[in-house]
């Protein structure tokens, strides 16, 4: 076992000490809520990486938004420069009704997990990066820069700007971004697929003012109706999207056990999977279509009239070889062509548009990360996966930084719901991931 091993897990105490002090800050960068323990996390963690040695610590901002925390620690002569990404910002937290912890920002231990919102995505992600450079004591074998986004799981709306700003001191031969998964809590993987995203609202309006739906039914049609026949034109009768012009990416090797999938997902007994071809596929590499939710009054609440409007969020999930801006038309022209009924539809983009992205994991940096996570996971080489979420920022860092191997790697395993009630983190995983990243700095070296 090598001195780099020994040394991450004799400091994993201290750094799990500091990853739940990091939980405990609330930082949800939402709009409309209080942003002022987003600023105390970013400070949290410039101090963090003040203390690991970092020869310069500064916080960066674009355009209004949320700071980022910046550290460099030079590369010694001859040595390439490995830029570590991750963020500190956290989703809410839900419906609290459904956490099994009072308070969802005390980490909770649990036969080997740690339960908490943002124990996994990403602070978990932040700590990983820190705990390599522990062990260094401030000197790694490679240059070092990282940058602690503070925005993330908003949308990273002025990521871009940002990175465009300080391209030159960004700028790495390698890039780390720990914000994916592994396969297994016992496989680890390295993400080389991505789905990009959009989100749009579709508006039907078929009447002037809400009518009696008594008098006038029958003849006379209702927007909700109309809305409800227009989103189900985006499937086929087997569930997969129906949108002409939407990507389909690579296929992988690997597959998902149903029942894993089932148990994972939380599906009822009766409930069938949609779509056609391999699960991975339907996962990664497959356009999706999903309603998010409808403007309609209550059902307790409504009265016996016909709706003269009805709006509807839908998110698509793009494959890898597409892109949002061609999405988006495609999606626009499905849904102007198949309005029921003579109605008026109107689409309107959400946000910004997130890009899909693909990597091509060959090269000396990606061989050095396979034989880093061979050696943390016990010899268990790591395997390529695809996610179907989506990080639309992985395609500015290949735009910007086209030279630079991008590895995309992170914490997570199949039980840890990022997003949801009881997020979790597998201690021993997490263990690995640290040892993983220290032993890929000890590797990059020249």
């Known amino acids: 076992m090598s001195d780099v091993v020994n040394a991450v897990r ?11 002090a990091l939980v405990k800050i609330p930082a949800i960068a939402f709009e409309g809520l209080d942003h002022e323990p987003v600023r105390q996390g970013a400070n949290a963690v410039q101090r963090l990486l003040e203390e690991a040695g970092a020869a310069e610590t500064r916080q960066l901002s674009h355009g209004g938004g949320q700071p980022s925390v910046y550290a460099h620690f030079p590369a010694p002569a001859g040595q390439p420069t490995v830029l570590l990404y991750a963020h500190q ?106 789905r990009g995203v959009i989100n749009v609202y579709v508006e039907v309006a078929v009447l002037k003012g809400a009518v009696h739906s008594g008098m006038f039914g029958g003849p006379v049609p209702d927007a909700l109706t109309a809305l409800a026949r227009l989103v189900a034109t985006l499937h086929d009768e087997n569930g997969d999207v129906a949108v002409a012009g939407l990507a389909t990416g690579r296929s992988s090797d690997l597959d998902y056990d149903e029942a894993a999938l089932r148990h994972e997902a939380g599906m009822l007994p009766g409930a069938e999977f949609i779509g056609t071809g391999r699960l ?35 998110s698509f999930r793009l494959a890898a070889g597409d892109t949002a801006a061609n999405a988006l038309k495609a999606v626009t022209e499905h849904l102007m062509a198949n309005a029921p009924w003579g109605a008026e539809v109107t689409v309107t983009p959400e946000g910004g548009l997130g890009d899909p992205c693909a ?52 914490v997570e395993d199949q ?32």
């Open 89 to 194: 910002d956290v989703q809410p937290v839900g419906d609290l009704s459904k956490w099994e912890q009072p308070d969802p920002f005390t980490v909770v231990e649990k036969d080997g997990r740690l339960y908490g919102r943002g124990v996994a995505d990403d602070k978990a992600g932040v700590m990983a990066h820190i705990a390599a450079l522990r062990v260094f004591g401030g000197k790694p074998p490679v240059g070092v820069k990282l940058l602690i986004e503070g925005e993330e799981e908003f949308g990273s709306p002025t990521l871009e700007g940002l990175l465009r700003e300080h391209q030159d001191l960004l700028a790495a031969d390698v890039v780390v971004i720990a914000d994916s998964q592994n396969w297994r809590t016992e496989v680890p993987a390295l993400t080389t697929t991505l």
């Open 10 to 20: 004799a400091a994993m105490p201290a750094v799990r000490a500091d990853l739940e």
């Open 359 to 410: 990597i091509d994991a060959t090269g000396p940096s990606f061989d050095a990360a396979r034989a880093a996570f061979a050696e943390a996971w016990d010899g268990t080489e790591p395997v390529e996966i695809g996610v179907g979420g989506s990080i639309p920022m992985i395609a500015t860092f290949q735009e910007l930084f086209p030279e630079a191997a991008i590895l995309v790697t992170g």
């Open 415 to 446: 039980y840890s719901n990022p997003h949801g009630p009881n997020e979790s983190l597998d201690i021993r995983m997490f263990e690995r991931v640290c040892v993983a990243e220290a032993l890929l700095l000890e590797k990059l070296k020249r």
């Open 280 to 314: 991975t596929e339907r996962l990664w590499s497959k356009p999706t279509a999903t309603v998010l939710g409808i403007d309609a009054p209550g059902a307790a609440e409504s009265a016996n009239a016909l709706q003269p409007k009805a709006r509807a969020k839908v």
